[in-house]
């Protein structure tokens, strides 16, 4: 994944660097077409002088140029011919939720079995559709023995939504694919599971890379400083993707003292990459947010360039 | 723990007087080079040996020392530890082979020389120039030590010496013939010699008193208790008996045939040259105490040995495997004890209470016969690089009461062991355990599972073991609840498929539940997979029909291997047994699909027969 700096806001837009798998050739022009115009949106948004603190943008991981739904998918999801259904979910897929009332359809295909690969492309149709009423179905499938399979459904959960979702993403953090690890973890931040906060430490510590993120998307107080605490501990690298989002965060949500804590912590680091990493956030640092964190911010650039002999 | 002496009761058997037959040709003087070893030798229907025997009649092997000594880490001291009183010495010189302690002394090599050292002290009696030629073994009465040299280069022949206690090479015999590590009793020197033949040479006069010839392998002789032993594979005692050593009558100990890792041998032949630093083959080695019977005859049963026979000491002997050491029942062979060293056990000898082993770390601990519990310790006080140990007249006892710990523990703590080296070893406590009738047992072959290290073909028998097992359900069970948990970092799942056996052999459905669990655990192995829903065809209800289902559900239209397919038919078969209305829309949808493989279809279509219903349409 490469991470597209926003200046403006100080967040990240993200472009996979792989078109996912379950892109169909005929779509993956539309796909890369899709991917920069939402990174487009997102930056144009950040410019407008929208909040930074409350304008983390809602990234689909795969933008999809939705497309209305062609007659007779129905029929060709009930036909039985593998080549006719996959057809059918591509075209749901590109529906997103315009093919909301198929949702059954798809879900009965889960419930009744399917290949692999079948299975893979059902699950992420349903990721497009959003349907909470799919979760059950998908849930079943992250004890499917295909990795591929279950990091599809775990990408699914994270746009179905549901108690059902966060209760089966957690479970997902202990799976034995990294990718299926992975795919849990960002869920659970795009779900704002807060109360898998904890799960999501341990898989940080665990050196789950994706876990970071929603961890400082998510934590209170006491997790935040917790997270914090890992620091010197993990690599940076590690920990990076979820500095940010709490210096970023609303101060109803993070205080500005835990905040200060972050930017001091880091500047005790003293290395090159904590220099960077500050840099950056004084670069993104929105004009009218905390006078005293600035201040903080700058300070600690001038320390760590000293200190890391930038 | 206290070291003491043990009185001695046993007396030389009464001798009949016989005329000794004179060795031909063997010449006086310092320098012997005769047909001592001569193939010329008649058979003297055990008079030589009678003679022998006749002259040594109350006369007993000098006590050795009870001492162990190392190589220091720098190849140039030797250390040595009495066993007694735990007195440290050492000894510094070039060495160029390991030492071996003789008797009352300990020989050493190098620089060019052999040296001679008191074992009690270290301090040096002597030194003799070599010419470069290498150290076999020695042995010792208190008065001579003769001494074995080899050729250089590995050619035949060899050199005997035999040196006064002042230093005075009373004798030298050369010969092209390859000589063993000799035996010396009251001026009487024991030469095993060409594999075969043992010759008594008396040292002053010049004569080759005896010859045996023996059936067996021979290649090293030493003194113990008082008497002398010869052999190679098995160990035979200089008694009356010996003279019909080639009837296969002679008093022999012949350890029970039964598998042991490594391929260990009693007594290495001496083409083996001991290395300075020891090897794998010190590690891997068997250990036995020859003894004398004690129990009156008259009272034995006609399987008991009566008294004066030859016996093993403590019924034991003992077998190393780099830190697992094992004691077995010497009439049969059973393993009675498992003891897990800290540390590669180098070196070790057998006393009569039990066995002595030396480490890498130069600790010497002591092992009871009974059950190998650790009674004491002694020290060489550094890192030894090789460990040479001899025990003669010293008893062990005191010590820590032993803690009764059962066979299966003791296997089971050396089966912990995370050591990829003892594999070998592994597997025939593996197979060890599979014979006991524990629950324990059970337990240990599921703990060893969890062995992140486990070596594969390790594993395989634990499988095998597994799977037999008919006690120790709770175990397994207890087993079975685990499942791979990354973030618990519970990286290995648990031995399904065994255990899944194990249970439909005991036709006990309690593991049906978590059975079906595992079949819905994508890191449960494809074989565990299969053996799991072969069981549940057996072992699974009603209650398990919602996972089984899903479990179908998910892979009849994915399953490729051959494994897979066989478990998908098991769950079918359950799902039209037990799976109701729904189950069996489950089945038929399956035989109906065009996602469903070939093979798998007319398997899944035989299922109806079998179960006497009517298979859906094609």
Redo the contacts between chains.
Sequence with gaps: MRHVPNVATGCRARIPRVIPEWVSTRNRSNWLRAAAAVVAVSVASAASGADPASSTPKLPTAPVVRKPLPAGTAEKLKS???ERIAAALDDVRLAGKGAARLTGEITGLL??????S??EAALAALAEVEAPVSTPSIV??L?????KV?TAAAKALARTKGTAAVVALRRA????EPGV?GAAASGLGALRAREAVG?LA??LD?RVVEAAEPIGQLCNADECNDFLGRLGRLPFDLMESGLEPILFRPNAEVSEDTKANVIGRVRELKTNEAHKFLQEIQKRWPAGASPRLKTLVDQAVTATNRASGS | MHFAYKTRSRFAGALVALSVASAGGACGGALTKSDLFSSEWSADRGEGVASVRQRLAGTRAAPGVDVAVGVAVNGERIVGVLLDSGARWSFAHPLDARPVIAGQVVVGSGGGEIFCLDGRTGNKLWTRPTGGLPLIGAGDDGHFTVITLGRSGGARGSTLLAIERGGDVKRQIETDKDVGVPAVVAGLAFIPWSRQYVSVFDIIAGDELARILLREQVSRAWTQGGDVYFGENSVYRFDERIKDATLERASRIRLPARELPGSPVLLPPIEERPKLVSDARDRVRVYVRPSTNAVNGANATSATPQEGWLVVANSRFYASYFRIIMGFDSSRGGLSWVYTHPLDVIGAAAAEDGLLVCDEKGKVTFLSARQGDPLGDRDLGEPVKSCAVQVDALAVRGGRPPQPVSLAEELAEALRVPDAELATGKRLLVREIATLDDEVATKALVDVMGDPSLSPFVADDVRTALAARRKGARYMLAALERHYDFLKNILKPPPVGPIAQSFAAMNDPSAAPLLAGHLLDPVTPEQDVQEAARALTTLAGPAEVPALKQFFVLNYASASTAPMKSAVVSIGQVLLKHGGKDGRAAVDRAVASKMTGEDLRGKLRELYEAAGVAPPPR
């Design positions: 039985g011919d593998p419930d009744r079995g399917l290949t692999a079948l299975a079943s499938y004890s499917h023995r295909d990795a279950r953090l202990s799976d034995s690890r799960d341990v898989a665990h």
